[in-house]
């Protein structure tokens, strides 16, 4: 464990370096100083305008927290809600975590390295806050916990660090959103996060991103998962954004410990995605599977998947698909590294597109050619996730279906 | 009623239906015979209204109304609806919806797939997997749930074990209104009365006509409807001396 020094030190040398893909941005076109929001009772949340409640909700926060467990709320760089309504399951400003909780020096900066690169830097140089979510030990989170990040200042780079930590035997779902309000145009995201699932504990995490068309956007993240772990990370963004770089690695450090990653992108014009997902299976028993549809409307996405297999008797799959609609660019680059006798690893990729043979099947029972087309492109997106409990997967389809009308 | 006109039809610039007149009464069925490649399949994609199936000359009328040049929608609006063959999957889309989407109103799928013993399908992605029976039960209960007046069967029977081709022909029966007679104790006379579907079956083996009572039944060879007669007939004469010997015979006694 490094101490706040040397953490700042480390940061302070990277302040300058490259990300490892992706375009490099100029943070200092950005705007990083603190814009303070009050904070909101849980009754007022009901009264945000009703378009800022329209984005929320496309990024799957539900203001009535009518079937959440608990709610996490940050807008720009300041905390507006947090509390948790659930036993077991704690949801803390990772700032006040910081200042109040001992044990979180035992998680701040253990899987991503600060000095990755200048957005990793960026994050501890200019902290503006974030959330620890931590399920105690055997605690079962009932309804996912809500976290959501929102940009409303044109021009801020928002710095965000978020740990998830599910102890042992406990299960935990997340749905967490980033958006922006209606007017934003332009705007950087720089998030860290840190994930923990420990022995036997199930992790879900469902990221729905809502950005705006001149949005840069970099995450870094790391997920560690002990013996008998499941983590399951599920990754929607059927917006516009400049440019979205991440590359979340995960670590299958115990036996039988699975992770599952599913990403739902949709590409628009002028749109630069990055994404994909790197895991290392480390030990016998270890399961991983890599699900990626992607959609171009016009835009770049690049879908990478890595698969390491390092010991015998390990299982990896990696499948992406991808449709271009209406011109665009998809570049597939999965990867299997086996690294010793005894792995079992596979990967298929596709891009095409839309079959006139099924809009034609579509059409004679009476739909459109739209409404044809929009079924076979939902059904193109419609991943079966298991292992998601029926709500969750209920809020994606919704998500998908909110943002239906921008796909075509 | 379907009424076609002196209809030709070309596809990829090839002609395939030559000349054909057909017309089709409420409350009646149809059987098509014919070799294959003899352009079956092509009528009913062209009365669906696949537009790769040019017609160049000649008209479609239903229900009274020009359709020759409608969209496929429109006509399966107007109520032409067709079990195919061999229809592609749709990965993500499950049947249960799918059956959703056929029916105009609210429908309740699970009894229908019931009645096509088709429930535990009804999670399955649409026609994914699906055996060739499966496809025939998985069309049949699209067609229920749509409920059109006209209804085109593509082989109906091909790939149905025998365990399941008795279900097939009495689903068809009762989707072409042919059951009524024992099922609500009808009068001959009556039920005929009260029939208002059309049928239109493509079949190889006639082991349908064994469920389905045809009213006639037409040999279509070469891109040209060569006769109409009853339909057992026509089906033994083809068993007993082949397509070519059975079109020659009826075009002398035409």
Redesign the interface.
């Known amino acids: 464990m490094y101490t706040k020094d040397q953490l700042r030190e480390k940061a302070k040398k990277a302040k300058d370096k490259k990300g490892a893909i992706g375009p490099d941005i100029n943070l200092d076109e950005f705007d990083q100083a603190p814009v303070p929001h009050s904070y909101l009772a849980e009754e007022d949340l009901c009264d945000l305008p009703q378009e800022e409640q329209k984005q929320l909700i496309m990024a799957g926060l539900d203001v009535t927290e009518k079937e959440r467990g608990g709610t996490y709320f940050q807008k720009d760089t300041s905390v507006i809600h947090c509390h948790t309504r659930q036993e077991g399951i704690e949801v803390t400003p990772i700032k006040k975590a910081l200042e109040q909780y001992d044990w979180i020096k035992d998680y701040y900066w253990k899987l991503v390295a600060v000095d990755t690169d200048k957005y990793t830097a960026a994050a501890e140089l200019g902290l503006h806050d974030g959330y620890v979510i931590r399920a105690l030990p055997g605690s079962k989170s009932i309804y996912p916990i809500q976290a959501c990040l929102y940009l409303d200042k044109d021009g801020l780079q928002q710095n965000v660090h978020n740990l998830i930590i599910a102890e042992e035997d406990s299960e935990l779902h997340i749905i967490t959103g980033c958006a922006t309000s209606p007017h934003l145009k332009r705007g950087a995201h720089v998030g860290i996060s840190e994930f923990f699932v420990k022995k036997n504990a199930k992790l879900s995490f469902t990221m729905i991103h809502n950005w705006a068309e001149e949005m840069v956007v970099r995450p870094r993240s790391v997920a560690q998962v002990e013996e008998g772990g499941l983590f399951i990370n599920n990754y929607i963004c059927m917006k516009p954004v400049r440019s979205l770089q991440m590359y979340p690695t995960t670590h299958l450090v115990g036996r039988d410990a699975v992770a599952r990653f599913y990403s739902i992108i949709v590409g628009s014009p002028g749109s630069e995605y990055d994404l994909g997902g790197r895991i290392f299976l480390k030990h016998p028993g270890n399961r991983a599977e890599i699900v990626a549809r992607a959609i171009s409307n016009g835009g770049k996405i690049i879908a990478r998947g890595h698969l390491i297999g390092e010991v015998p008797e390990i299982k990896a799959h990696l499948e992406c698909r991808g449709l271009i609609l209406n011109g665009g660019h998809i570049h597939a680059i999965p990867e299997l590294e086996g690294l010793v006798d005894g792995v079992e690893m596979s990967h298929e990729a596709a891009i095409g597109k839309i079959?006139q043979?099924?809009i034609?099947?579509?059409?004679?029972?009476?739909?459109?050619?739209d409404e044809?087309t929009s079924?076979?492109v939902?059904?193109?997106?419609?991943?079966d996730i298991p292992g998601l409990p029926p709500k969750l997967k209920a809020e994606i389809d919704k998500a998908i279906e909110e943002s239906d009308k921008d796909v075509m | 009623m379907l009424k076609i006109d002196d209809l030709q039809v070309t596809l990829e610039d090839k002609e395939i239906l030559k000349h054909i007149d057909l017309e089709i009464h409420p409350g009646e069925t149809h059987v098509l015979f014919g070799p294959n490649g003899s352009g079956k399949t092509s009528l009913l994609m062209t009365i669906?209204?696949?537009p790769q199936y040019k017609v160049v000359a000649g008209k479609i009328i239903f229900k009274g109304k020009d359709i020759t040049h409608m969209?496929?929608?429109e006509?399966?609006?107007m109520g032409i609806?067709?079990s195919?063959q061999r229809?592609?999957t749709?990965?993500?889309?499950k049947t249960r919806q799918?059956v959703k989407?056929?029916a105009?109103h609210e429908v309740d799928e699970n009894d229908l797939a019931k009645q096509v013993n088709f429930e535990q399908f009804l999670d399955r992605?649409v026609n994914a997997g699906f055996s060739g029976g499966e496809i025939k039960r998985s069309e049949l209960l699209?067609l229920m749930a749509?409920n059109p007046e006209l209804m085109l069967f593509d082989e109906p029977e091909s790939g149905v074990d025998m365990e399941n081709i008795s279900l097939v022909g009495k689903t068809i029966a009762s989707l072409l209104q042919k059951d009524r007679l024992t099922v609500e104790n009808k009068t001959r006379m009556q039920a005929k009365l009260e029939r208002t579907k059309m049928g239109l079956i493509i079949t190889h083996t006639g082991y349908i006509l064994e469920y389905v009572a045809a009213d006639k039944g037409q040999v279509l060879y070469d891109g040209i409807l060569s006769c109409t007669n009853n339909p057992r007939e026509i089906l033994d004469c083809i068993e007993e001396s082949g397509y070519e010997e059975c079109v020659r015979c009826i075009l002398k006694t035409n």
């Not at chain 1, 034609?360 to 050619?369: A, C, D, K, N, Q």
């Not at chain 1, 939902?378 to 991943?383: E, I, P, T, Y």
């Open positions: 079959a043979e099924e034609t099947y579509l059409m004679s029972r009476g739909l459109t050619e044809a079924t076979i939902r059904g193109f997106l419609s991943v | 669906m209204g696949y969209s496929i929608n006509r399966a609006r609806g067709m195919y229809p592609p749709i990965n993500g889309l799918m989407l056929c105009e992605d699209q749509q």
